[in-house]
């Protein structure tokens, strides 16, 4: 299986920051890479697909970056509605999740 | 509107077994793979099976293999997960999700509200 490697695994920011996370997978994905927002007792929900295409009804302060084995989400302007747990996936070939990204507020 | 709604998980004792149904509505069901992907209690998310559009296809996590069976009923629009022989480290909310478009993509763009699966004695 691959293994897919998320930091960091929490971040403290404000609102208004410019938040990076980072996903890299234990070999080349193509831009097989999917990201997912989760907040607390929520279904996850569906942020970037295939490295940096937007979800439909997804605010554009969202976006995926990458390719190949090394991959970023970027919020560029943190919303207090943005303070979740987001999971990085591959989907290359059988689906597995990053170990997730808690942020929280500073 | 897009609706996934599981149901079936209960407080069940180690090598006890459930039917576990997610129930489609709003999308041509038969259309798209659908997969299962579980979360225990505080941990990250985990994909069990996934299903293609017809049934005839289907893949497992290699923690379920040989315990879980994926089916599905596309005149019902009807995803199932049997679980059998279950184990503390099973335990989960487990989730429904759609394929974002059609064809095998494993990229999930609807989810259920799952339903939670306890394995105590």
């Given at each position: ?10 971040l403290s920011a404000s609102v208004g920051d410019?938040v ?58 943190l919303?207090?509605?943005?303070f ?19 942020v929280e507020i500073k | ?121």
């Amino acid at each position: 299986d691959i293994q897919m490697t998320q930091s960091p695994s929490s971040l403290s920011a404000s609102v208004g920051d410019r938040v990076t996370i980072t996903c890299r997978a234990s070999q080349s994905i193509s831009s097989s890479l999917n990201w997912y927002q989760q907040k607390p007792g929520k279904a996850p929900n569906l942020l970037i697909y295939a490295a940096s295409s937007l979800q439909s009804g997804v605010p554009s302060r969202f976006s995926g970056s990458g390719s190949g084995s090394d991959f970023t989400l970027t919020i560029s302007s943190l919303q207090p509605e943005d303070f979740a747990t987001y999971y990085c996936q591959q989907s290359y070939n059988t689906p597995t999740f990053g170990g997730g990204t808690k942020v929280e507020i500073k | 509107e897009v609706q996934l709604v599981e149901s079936g998980g209960n407080l069940v004792q180690p090598g006890g077994s459930l039917r576990l149904s997610c129930a489609a509505s709003g999308f041509t069901f038969s259309s798209y793979a659908m997969s299962w992907v579980r979360q225990a209690p505080g941990k990250g998310l985990e994909w069990v099976s996934g299903i293609s559009r017809s049934g005839g296809s289907t893949y497992y996590a290699d923690s379920v293999k040989g315990r879980f069976t994926i089916s599905r009923d596309n005149s019902k629009n009807t995803l199932f997960l049997q679980v059998n022989s279950l184990r503390a480290e099973d335990t989960a909310v487990y989730y429904c999700a759609k394929d974002r478009i059609v064809g095998l993509t494993n990229d999930f763009d609807y989810w259920g509200q799952g339903t939670l699966v306890t394995v105590s004695s």
